[in-house]
């Protein structure tokens, strides 16, 4: 793996924080591209149809993602939010984490609570974000270098599934995988993450995973199909994505967002399904794709999580688990693992 550049952040009147603020950039654009192009032709040209989910977060997909956790339907964020508030301190004296390393870190908000946490406990001396989408993410640096005075930020731009090996090593690190990202993994690349997360700890370090639990079905489905229609925006906003990268002839209009909770996986798929028939021409494959009526493309799968199953996993992963809390409905769980071997 190698990187595209090393590339400080901030000048002006952020002066004072561009020297504790760095962001390594691992996806290289072509071996980026190549890796989804591959994936998209594989997905698109198979049925039933399916994108990875690489495809939503660009720099509009980002912003409309932070548009849905504020959306009076889409619980999740606020569940963790309210463990996060409640727990921080515990999970500070239970790690007293030198560096806190966010998966996926998107505008890095509920994050905050931790770095309050482990600040107070007087430990802290770093934070890594690490994520796909690249504005969001020197956006968020620059804002948490300004808020905390004293504090490393070493972001890294790359794809959790790549470039976990890369990751910052200093020592006794709290790795956190928060907002339900896990689930968005299907059951055959969830566990490879995991183990490839458990690989890349050392024995000091921890896990800490922001889990989505099975509930009541309309409750699964209103959180994925919002009133305002910004969970819409943002699955819909995927087809943008392929005409400009792809060459691709898809008309958003022509398509419908569905979401809805499949009981047999325990998750929930969101799908674009054709309004009618049609054919969409994908100039950079070389293909054109036909859609039935009512035909679907799936974007992204969440997994809702039943408890003891998703300890089982942890476990064979080779995680054990220090402290588990849920919010007041029992909507949410985080938990907190170590690597099970002894840290001294
Ligand atoms: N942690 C935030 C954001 C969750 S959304 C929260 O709890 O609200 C998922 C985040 O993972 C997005 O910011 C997205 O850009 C990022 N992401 C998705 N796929 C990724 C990948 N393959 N590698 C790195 N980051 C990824
Ligand atoms: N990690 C988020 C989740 O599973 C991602 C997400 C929220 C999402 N809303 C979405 C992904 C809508 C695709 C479409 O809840």
């Known amino acids: 793996v190698e990187a595209r ?20 950039v691992y996806l290289r654009p072509l071996a980026w591209r190549c890796l989804r192009y591959r994936e998209a032709k594989a997905g698109l040209l198979q049925s039933p149809r399916e994108l990875s989910p690489k495809w939503l977060y660009d720099e509009r997909g980002s912003r409309l ?29 239970l790690t007293r984490a030198r560096w806190l390393v966010e998966l ?3 505008a890095s908000k509920k994050t905050r609570l931790l770095l309050d946490a482990l600040r107070d406990e007087g430990t802290l001396e770093g934070f890594t974000p690490f994520d796909v989408s690249e504005e969001m993410l020197r956006g968020s640096s620059k804002r948490l270098a300004w808020d905390y005075p ?4 070493h972001g890294v731009v790359g794809d959790f599934e790549q470039h976990l090996s890369v990751l910052p090593r200093h020592g006794r690190r709290l790795l956190a995988l928060l ?5 968005n993994f299907k ?28 509930k009541e079905t309309s409750t699964l489905e209103a959180a994925y199909n919002d009133a305002a229609g910004v969970t ?18 898809f008309v958003p209009s022509q398509f419908q967002h569905v979401a809805r909770f499949d009981a047999e996986h325990g998750w929930i798929e969101m799908l674009l399904r054709a309004k009618r028939a049609q054919r969409v021409r994908i100039s950079s494959l070389q293909a054109s794709v036909s859609f039935a009526e009512g035909e679907t493309l ?27 809390w849920t919010d007041d409905r029992g909507d949410f769980w985080l938990t907190l693992w170590s690597t099970g071997r002894a840290t001294d």
Do not use: C, H
Request: proline share 3%; charged share 25%; hydrophobic share 40%.
């Open 5 to 24: 550049g090393i590339e400080g952040v901030g000048a002006g009147a952020l002066g004072q924080t561009a020297s504790r603020v760095w962001v390594e």
């Open 65 to 93: 993602f932070e548009e849905i956790t504020r959306q009076p339907e889409y619980y999740p964020t606020r569940r963790e939010r309210e463990i996060l508030s409640a727990r921080a301190g515990d999970v500070a004296r």
């Open 104 to 106: 996926g870190s998107g």
């Open 150 to 153: 004293s504090l490393q930020v």
């Open 179 to 183: 907002g339900g990202t896990l689930g």
């Open 187 to 214: 059951p055959g690349e969830r566990a490879r993450f995991l183990g490839a997360i458990r690989a890349s700890m050392g024995p000091e370090d921890f896990f800490l995973l922001g889990s989505d639990l099975l």
């Open 232 to 249: 819409a925006a943002f699955n819909l906003n995927v087809l943008e994505v392929l005409n400009r990268e792809l060459g691709a002839g």
């Open 298 to 324: 799936r974007t992204e799968v969440s997994t809702k999580f039943d408890r003891d199953a998703l300890t089982r996993e942890l476990t064979q992963a080779g995680f054990a688990r220090l402290a588990d």
